[in-house]
């Protein structure tokens, strides 16, 4: 009994990505399909445009075969976290053989040696790091050059800096360096993306766009222009969403709980809180009296600098949207690993998965959140009800959805 491994977001899930699954499968010949979902918030610091629970009932209606939640003190982290916190749970399901993931080369030939040598974290590697951080580089720059300096493999030094410099090889990467760290027997394979590279925003091609595009039009125009992106279940379930008043979730969706806690929240609270580095918590407050409207938009326009990428800036208004501390998030609690494996949705095929991964989890299998307590799980329940209280018709159903619901059964 098989199983493949997928990492998602499915923000909203697109044909690209019912490529990437399809494809999965067949590499990999996997009878099963077990994907690690972002919950409320999303790797890059963005809310979801519809909440976790209808994202993964697009992941069913696509074929996956069981869902679970990547808790949130790993889904809202740079590539390194992120990775860690989603191989972390499909190893721990004792299931899952392979994990398959999209990069722009569709080849591991240079990740691969790359990930057995930066899986070590050398002196050598922090330094390189440290010192590039002071010449000005943001974060990502910075560990790309290191990694690239101090990987002294065959070849042009500037191959390597090329591949980290492109988001899915970045991601990728993680993956294996994560699968290294655990001693994993996942296999690993990946696929090319297809005819959309990750930022695009507007489509290049008849039937398939980024999630970034697609979102657009969505926001922009409305889900008929998006229609010809996104499979026929993803447009029911975006379209049930949106009439019931769940969606579409934006930023400016916070607007008002952001500038709030941004008003109220003294400088030494704020710089207490998980990203909120080198002064930021003074320049918050100080740009929020410059702003022409007072919109997440305009403070993150004014808050970007050479040395704060947009992502990071975005994670760390969603870390102080959630109250995330800097002990919470803290690399010696992140390394750790997750502390359960939640369940949120799964077919009949799944549910032989469940009943297998009772003899070979190293983890708790949580189906009721109510039934269980662990400081991660305290802030993915956290999440859940202030995402949904941005809702455009917030109840207290959707609020308290993770203790009055269980997980999502689909019909085969």
């Known amino acids: 009994m098989s199983a493949v491994g997928i990492i998602v977001e499915y923000n909203p899930l697109h044909n690209g990505h019912v490529h990437h699954f399809n494809k999965a499968k067949e590499i990999t010949g996997a009878e099963h399909a077990v994907a690690v979902l972002s919950g ?19 992941a069913l209606a696509m074929g996956a075969d069981l869902v679970l939640e990547l808790p949130a003190a790993y889904a809202v982290q ?44 050398s002196p050598e590697l922090q330094e390189r790091i440290a010192f590039h951080l002071r010449d000005g580089m943001n974060y990502p720059a910075a560990y790309s050059r290191a990694a690239a300096e101090a990987a002294n493999m065959p070849g042009d030094e500037s191959d390597v800096l090329q591949t980290l410099q492109q988001p899915n090889h970045t991601l990728g990467l993680h993956y294996l360096i994560a699968l290294n760290r655990l001693g994993s027997p996942i296999r690993p394979l990946t696929i090319p993306r297809i005819h959309a590279a990750y930022h695009d925003e507007q489509p290049s091609h008849a039937a398939i766009a980024s999630a970034t595009a697609v979102r657009k039009m969505i926001v922009e125009q409305d889900l008929a222009a998006a229609s010809p992106y996104i499979p026929e279940s993803t447009l029911r379930i975006l379209d049930r969403e949106f009439r019931e008043g769940r969606g579409p979730v934006t930023w400016n969706s916070f607007r008002g709980s952001l500038v709030h ?49 947009h992502t990071k800036l975005q994670r760390m208004l969603t870390h102080i949207m959630l109250g995330h501390t800097k002990r919470e998030m803290s690399p010696e609690a992140l390394a750790e690993g997750p502390g359960y494996l939640r369940v949120l949705g799964f077919n009949g095929r799944g549910r032989q998965l469940l009943k297998r991964m009772k003899k070979t989890a190293s983890l708790p299998v949580i189906v009721k959140p109510s039934s269980f307590e662990h400081p991660q799980l305290t802030l993915d329940l956290r999440a859940s009800a202030a995402y949904a209280n941005a809702f455009p018709h917030p109840t207290t159903q959707s609020m308290f959805r993770d203790y009055l619901e269980a997980p999502i059964r689909y019909p085969e």
């Open 40 to 58: 409320p918030f999303l790797q890059r610091g963005e809310p979801g445009i519809v909440s976790k629970f209808a994202r993964a009932e697009m």
């Open 78 to 121: 740079p590539a390194e976290w992120f990775a860690f916190g989603a191989v972390s749970l499909l190893h721990a399901t004792g299931v899952v053989d392979s994990l398959c993931f999209g990069t722009e080369s569709g080849t591991l030939d240079l990740l691969l040696p790359l990930s057995r040598i930066l899986a070590e974290e």
């Open 261 to 309: 806690i941004l008003l109220t929240g003294a400088p030494q609270d704020l710089a207490g809180l998980h990203e909120v580095t080198e002064g930021l918590e003074h320049r918050l407050r100080r740009l929020l009296f410059t702003l022409k409207e007072p919109t997440v938009g305009e403070l993150l326009q004014a808050l970007k600098t050479k040395r704060y990428t």
